[in-house]
């Protein structure tokens, strides 16, 4: 036996290696870098393919960012969002996700230019009053968002839900089709009962909650009206990332499979897709 020892990762190069824990504690917090991409052998493939967020929200684009897929195509969907508020909360915020992500799939399936998307990610969010199960989304005025603020404030406790739903393409797919996962992340948001009327106008004046579900921003100046969370943060936020990788991974695993079924002409009698 040689003394010789070959190194533990004979095959990674310098460049593949996370910062030394020296260097990271060392450096001022406002000179690190960004920290590198999850190695993880789906984001890997990923990142040589287009990725499509089916959403506007600067908020999901920037949560989506943490994953390093450098080049994701920012593709907002043009449905309506009309579904009627009679649904249940859980089926309303589902099928929003759902029918955002297909019109995505219906328009980039055939974009010629580009070729077809590797995955299709869109969600939806929602808020829900628990005393009256109203389903609360962008206020439509000022005097629509005090009065949604007053609400939240009066119940103390209220719900936010996201639906988050991942399309891969099928290559071998006869209609074609694709292969889809989907999530709902449930957070429990408590708000601080103290909040003033003044506080809140003055808050609403500020027009942050404008564009967003319950008409406040958590990762904004809209915490100081909440007391407590039970949850996902970032669920709150519009996207939560780790339920996202979760699906992300799951999608990919199942279009690689359909695939491989496809081209070895087996499956040709299953319906596992749309």
């Given at each position: 036996?040689?003394?010789?020892k ?10 593949d290696?996370?910062?030394?824990y020296?260097?990271a ?33 600067p ?9 390093g897929?450098p ?5 907002p ?5 009309d ?12 099928a929003t996700a759902?029918q ?19 995955l ?6 929602i ?11 962008k206020p439509?005025s ?7 603020l007053?609400?939240l404030?009066?119940?103390r406790?209220?719900?936010?839900f ?5 399309m891969?393409?099928l ?26 009327d ?11 909650g ?20 039970e ?10 990332l ?9 999608v ?12 070895d ?5 299953e319906?596992?897709?749309?």
């Amino acid at each position: 036996m040689s003394d010789t020892k070959e190194p533990l990762l004979s095959t990674t190069t310098t460049d593949d290696l996370p910062p030394a824990y020296e260097t990271a504690t060392s450096t001022p917090k406002r000179n690190l870098p960004p920290p590198p991409p999850l190695p993880l052998p789906t984001l890997i493939s990923l990142r040589s393919k287009r990725v499509i967020l089916a959403s506007s929200s600067p908020r999901r684009r920037q949560i989506i960012s943490y994953l390093g897929l450098p080049d994701i195509e920012i593709i907002p969907s043009d449905f309506p969002e009309d579904l009627p508020h009679t649904l249940q909360p859980i089926e309303y915020v589902l099928a929003t996700a759902t029918q955002k992500a297909e019109s995505v799939y219906t328009r980039e399936i055939v974009n010629e230019e580009k070729g077809e998307p590797a995955l299709i990610l869109a969600a939806d969010t929602i808020v829900v009053e628990p005393k009256t199960g109203a389903i609360l989304e962008k206020p439509r005025s000022e005097a629509h968002h005090i009065t949604m603020l007053k609400s939240l404030r009066d119940a103390r406790d209220h719900k936010v839900f996201t639906a988050i739903v991942a399309m891969a393409p099928l290559s071998s797919a006869r209609d074609p089709g694709y292969a889809v996962e989907t999530a709902i992340e449930e957070t429990n948001v408590r708000f601080d009962t103290e909040v003033t009327d003044e506080l809140i106008l003055a808050y609403v004046r500020t027009r942050e909650g404008v564009d967003k579900a319950g008409g406040y921003g958590m990762q904004g100046l809209g915490s100081i009206l909440v007391e407590s969370i039970e949850g996902s943060y970032d669920n709150v936020i519009g996207l939560p990332l780790k339920t996202t990788l979760k699906i992300i991974e799951k999608v990919m695993a199942r279009a690689d499979d359909e695939d491989r079924l496809g081209s070895d002409g087996e499956g040709d009698d299953e319906e596992d897709h749309n």
